[in-house]
């Protein structure tokens, strides 16, 4: 494989740049080696033996901006010997055609096609989700035996929330929910916690599904268009994924997450859309995490009546532009950290 430069040490601007294919290259510096598998898949091997295989992935949505940026920023800082490389990295850039044209997708959702997903779809994006997933594969593979693997996948959301940070911890079944991950959650400002009830099809549920990562969806905040992000947002997450990636190091010792104020919640209920005149009764607007109260009716059709069960429930991805038999969006319950089996 050839040794290249990528211009200007810009991942990104590469990557938009090419935003179909790119011939497989090799990239040096001082704290390690990286390979340009594929357009917007960059792997980077430290010089260190390291116990740690870090996914972090951005831009699966395309006009999801704020956290390509910041990725970028961490990949440049590497490349020009600024961050020590400690750990075993894969960055993606997902969805570089949809970046180009500032949209969410192309064709299909590629946050729906994982787990083998794509084979029941068309589109652009469903050779990406094949690829991605191979390149996932192969970088997990080649992680040491006993090491620790993990995939958080960086998002931002259209719609407002009244936790502005929060990620979706993947559905783990009977397992225990882990500490570390969770005080470095709390580190890194995440807001609240949000534990998924059922397997889905998205990127950071494979990975912890089929590869056994520690992975999650982590929202950042609002979509902004490229250059007009404020990073300074993003300082928390910076700061705690910086000493990840130079110490291998989870800054998550300061947190005690008994008294931590991040919030946990569980899902109580799925909106079921299940007639073409099934009706949320909020307004489109509304922010993810908002409460309501007990016998408040949340949604209705010729069909069926849905009634808040307990003060406190919220809603969260709220959308009936979806099929009829589809997920219109969920009901969500806080609990408590005492109540959860952690290891
Ligand atoms: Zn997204």
Redesign the pocket.
Same mark, same amino acid.
């Given at each position: 494989m050839e040794t290249m430069m990528i211009p200007d040490n810009d991942f990104l601007a590469l990557t938009l740049k090419n935003p179909t294919a790119l011939t497989p290259f090799e990239v040096a510096f001082s704290s390690g080696v990286g390979f340009i598998e594929e357009t917007g898949i960059l792997r980077l091997e430290p010089k260190q033996k390291s116990d740690i295989n870090l996914v972090l992935s951005v831009g699966? $949505?395309g006009n999801?901006t704020g956290p390509i940026e910041l990725v970028n920023q961490l990949v440049k800082a590497i490349l020009e010997d600024r961050l020590v490389l400690n750990v075993r990295l894969l960055v993606i850039i997902g969805n570089p055609v949809s970046a180009n044209i500032a949209e969410r997708f192309c064709d299909v959702n590629l946050?729906r096609l994982f787990s083998g997903a794509w084979r029941n779809h068309e589109g652009i994006e469903v050779p990406r989700a094949q690829r991605l997933e191979q390149a996932v594969t192969s970088f997990f593979n080649e992680s040491p035996k006993g090491s620790q693997r993990l995939h958080y996948d960086l $998002?931002t959301a259209i719609r407002g929330s009244e936790y502005e940070k929060f990620v979706v911890y993947p559905f783990i079944g009977d397992a225990a929910y882990d500490k570390e991950q969770l005080a470095f959650l709390a580190a890194s400002g995440i807001d609240a916690v949000l534990l998924s009830h059922q397997p889905t099809t998205t990127f950071s549920y494979y990975s912890s599904a089929v590869h056994g990562a520690h992975g999650f969806t982590v929202e950042l905040g609002k979509v902004y268009p490229f250059g007009e992000n404020d990073l300074s947002r993003f300082d928390s997450i910076k700061h705690t994924l910086t000493s990840l990636i130079s110490d291998g190091f989870f800054q998550s010792d300061a947190v005690q997450l008994d008294n931590h104020p991040m919030k946990l919640f569980v899902v109580q209920d799925a909106l079921l859309k299940d007639h073409e005149d099934y009706q949320l009764t909020i307004s489109d607007d509304v922010k993810n995490f908002t409460e309501f109260e007990q016998g408040y009716e949340l949604a209705h059709s010729s069909k069926s009546q849905y009634l808040v069960k307990a003060t406190g429930d919220a809603i969260i991805f709220p959308n009936t532009n979806v099929p009829i038999g589809q997920r219109a969006g969920l009901v969500v319950r806080p609990i408590t950290l005492n109540s959860l089996q952690l290891k």
């Open positions: 699966i $949505h999801e946050n $998002h």
